[in-house]
Every structure is written in C-alpha cells, then in structure tokens.
C-alpha cells in the first residue's frame, strides 16, 4: 500500500518588534496515512546586515516527532 503524505491547514502568526515591524510566522502539521508526524515552521528575522541597512532573514524549522509509524 502507498504511503500519503499530507499537510494540514497553515497557521499564521506574526511577531511585532519594539519599533512596531511586524515580520510573519507560519506553522504547519506535516501527516503520514492521517497520523501526525511531524510540523514545519517558516519565519522572518529583522536583522541588520554589514553595512548597517535592514536585510531580510528567513528561517525554516522541521520536527519529527519519532519514527515514522508504517512508513517505507
């Protein structure tokens, strides 16, 4: 039997920094055969780069929550 993989719905979110920029956050189950196995999570830093301008920053978060159960 084959193996489904599937996302669930995204979540968004957003973090408000002192100065009041907003940069967004996204979450998101990741499903093995309608099990939940794991979640990503995209996201947005504020930073300043060398020569001293805002650049932007992504970052990218994977889980796995332990072996996959019944996957090949």
Do not use: C
């Not at 990741?30 to 939940?36: I, K, Y």
């Not at 780069?49 to 990218?60: K, L, P, Q, T, W």
């Amino acid at each position: 039997m084959a193996d489904i993989w599937t996302f669930g719905p995204a979540k968004d979110d957003k973090q408000t920094y002192s100065d009041g920029t907003q940069v967004p956050h996204r979450e998101q189950a990741v499903f093995l055969n309608d099990v939940e196995v794991g979640e990503l999570e995209v996201h947005m830093h504020k930073r300043k780069g060398r020569d001293g301008r805002v650049d932007v920053s992504f970052g990218i978060t994977t889980i796995v929550y332990g072996p996959v159960p019944g996957g090949d």
